[in-house]
C-alpha cells in the first residue's frame, strides 16, 4: 500500500480558524481511527495530542496499548501522555501503530461549542477521516458515536446510543467497521477489559474485509476494494 505520510503531527496540516487547536494525531496510514469530542471534554491541550492530560487519559492509553492500537509512550512522557519536562509540545508522546487519533472539533474553547461550531469543524474532520480511510473507526463518547453513526453507516435509524450497550460492540458501517467507545471519565469495572477484548477477537479476523479484484483489469497489480 502506498505510505500516504510520515508526519505524525497534524500530518495534514489542518489549520482551522481559532487561536488554540488540537490538531489529530498518528499514523496516517492507518488500520483504527480513534474519534474524539473536543479538547474541554476529551484533553489534550498541554501536549497537543487527543486524549491526553486528563485523569482518565492513563487508564485509557494503557487500554489502548493492550488492545495492541498504541505501541506505548515515548521515555520521559508521564502516564497521561504528557512530557515531564520541557516544551510537552515539543516530543511525539504516543507511539501508534497502526492508529489515528483526531476529534469531531479540534479548536479550544471556552465553553461548549454550538452546533453551528460542530458543523463548521465537520470539513475537518471529514476530509482527515477520508484521506486516512482507516478500516475501523472508534467514536468515543456519545457525541462522536452519533456523529459516526449518522455520517458513515446506514445504522443511526435504528441503533440508540447507549454507551453502556454500545461499548466494544462491533458496527457495520458503509466501508467501515465502527466499534464505539464509552466515554473514557465514566468508565466502571470491566470497561477496560471489555474493550480490549472485544479488539482482540477484532483483530485476530480479516477486519479489513477487501476484495482483490486486480483480475478483472489489466496488469498484475491488485486491487483492493471494501
Not at 503531527?9 to 488554540?20: E, I, T
Not at 489515528?100 to 474532520?125: I, K, N, Q, T, V
Not at 458513515?152 to 441503533?159: G, I, N, S
Request: some cysteine; charged content about 25%; overall charge negative.
Amino acid at each position: 500500500m502506498q505510505n500516504v505520510t510520515d508526519r505524525i503531527r497534524n500530518p495534514f496540516g489542518m489549520r482551522p480558524d481559532c487561536p488554540s487547536f488540537v490538531p489529530g494525531y498518528g499514523d496516517a496510514n492507518a488500520d483504527f481511527h480513534v474519534v474524539g469530542d473536543r479538547p474541554g471534554v476529551h484533553g489534550g491541550t498541554a501536549a497537543a495530542v487527543p486524549f491526553t492530560g486528563e485523569p482518565w487519559s492513563p487508564a485509557f492509553l494503557s487500554t489502548l496499548q493492550s488492545a495492541g492500537l498504541i505501541a506505548g509512550l515515548a521515555e520521559g512522557v508521564a502516564p497521561d501522555g504528557v512530557a515531564t519536562d520541557g516544551d510537552p509540545t515539543a516530543v511525539d508522546p504516543v507511539s501508534t501503530d497502526r492508529t489515528f487519533l483526531s476529534y469531531l472539533h479540534m479548536c479550544e474553547s471556552d465553553g461548549p461549542p454550538d452546533d453551528d461550531a460542530y458543523d463548521d469543524m465537520e470539513r475537518f474532520f471529514d476530509a482527515e477521516l477520508r484521506a486516512i480511510a482507516a478500516h475501523v473507526l472508534l467514536p468515543v463518547g456519545a457525541r462522536a458515536t452519533e456523529h459516526v453513526l449518522e455520517t458513515y453507516t446506514a445504522r443511526a435509524w435504528k441503533t440508540e446510543v447507549d454507551m453502556d450497550a454500545l461499548h466494544g460492540e462491533e458496527l457495520l458501517g458503509a466501508g467501515w467497521l465502527v466499534v464505539p467507545v464509552k466515554n473514557p471519565s465514566d468508565w466502571t469495572d470491566g470497561d477496560a477489559d471489555r474493550l480490549v477484548d472485544a479488539l482482540g477477537e477484532l483483530r485476530s479476523t480479516d477486519f479489513r474485509r477487501e476484495s482483490d479484484l486486480g483480475r478483472f483489469i489489466a496488469g498484475s497489480d491488485p486491487y483492493l476494494v471494501r
